[in-house]
């Protein structure tokens, strides 16, 4: 459920960003325990507290040398790519800086398209509906595969992800809107394989909502991913969306053995959680703290080595100051996602942050394919 709207208000900061990366490319630092090593890359994406530069330089030099990977979750340009825009000149401008720079740095980068809204899995881009449009229109689906195919060729990610949680917009939105959904990433995947190009491909799917946690008629049984597999076959790896505090659990210790484990199927798909995380502040009716932010860390990682999953994004580094933006503070869509950064808004770290580094400390150990 990452934060589309907050996004888009950052996309003018995008070159203040890369000068900042650029700057602090002094690489990772892995130091520490090296008794146990994890199967999976560790990182973040580059969202920032909020739209000021000193705070974004300082973000950055924490988090990059507590990772060694990067997500990029994006949202199609619609207006560049309907008003006729070349995707490759668009790609080579808006993502390319960036990947070059996480290159720089040491990282391995995964890159996820978004195909609707991102905080409300019932509707569909903002920035789409605006422009009179919908992902159910052939033109809409057509300039979509130019785009992720530039995207898979130019920007050439460890791993590319086609849609995000993909049973949750089954769930939540209107069957002609999933439909779209399903075709438009199975042709996308077609032109890219068909252009030869064979960087992993998946879709993510909301750990909850597979483990009936987060039904529209409330808990049901484990319903699994069976439907996702069928729907998206071209699928090389699973992405993961979790969020268990919103889905009931109090405390993480309730989260079972093989909540990711479970979702790998048959035959086994390997796993990569591409968001997802635990808030360390009360919100709503959702009760939780620091110390139970903390408490997740520790045990997605003991989750993670039971799935032997191949990457982990915690997505946001940083808490959000929606103030900043110009959003209100109470937004019930997104306020249940600012306080899950292993730093606040100022960057004062967590005790998130130190189980973090704890878990990265150990050495990175890819398992055999």
Known sequence: MPMIALRARTAALLAILLALLASTACGSDASGPRAKSRTYLMGFSNFPPAPDAALQRRSVQLWNTRSDAAILHIDPPWESLLAGGDPDFIVSQTILPLTSVYASLGKQVVIETDLTNGIDRAAESPALLALGHSITEDTVQKVYRRYALSVARLAAPQYLGLASETNLIRLASSP??????????????????????????????????????????????????????????????????????????????????DYFSRLAGTPALRELVTEGGWSSANIGAVHSSAELQAAWIDRASTLLDNAHAIAWFQLDFTDINLAAFGLPADDPQVAPFVFIGLVDTVLAPKPALATWDSVFARQHSPASP
């Open 176 to 257: 002609a809107v999933y439909a779209a959904v399903v075709r438009m990433t199975n042709d996308a995947a077609a032109d890219i394989r068909s252009a030869g190009n064979q960087t992993p491909l998946y879709v993510s799917v909301q750990v909850d909502v597979a483990w009936g946690r987060l039904g529209l008629s409330g808990p049901t049984a484990f319903v699994g991913i069976d439907r996702d597999r069928a729907d998206f076959p071209f699928i090389n790896v699973l992405g993961l969306s979790a969020y268990p505090y919103l889905a009931g659990y109090t405390d993480p210790s309730q989260v079972p053995d």
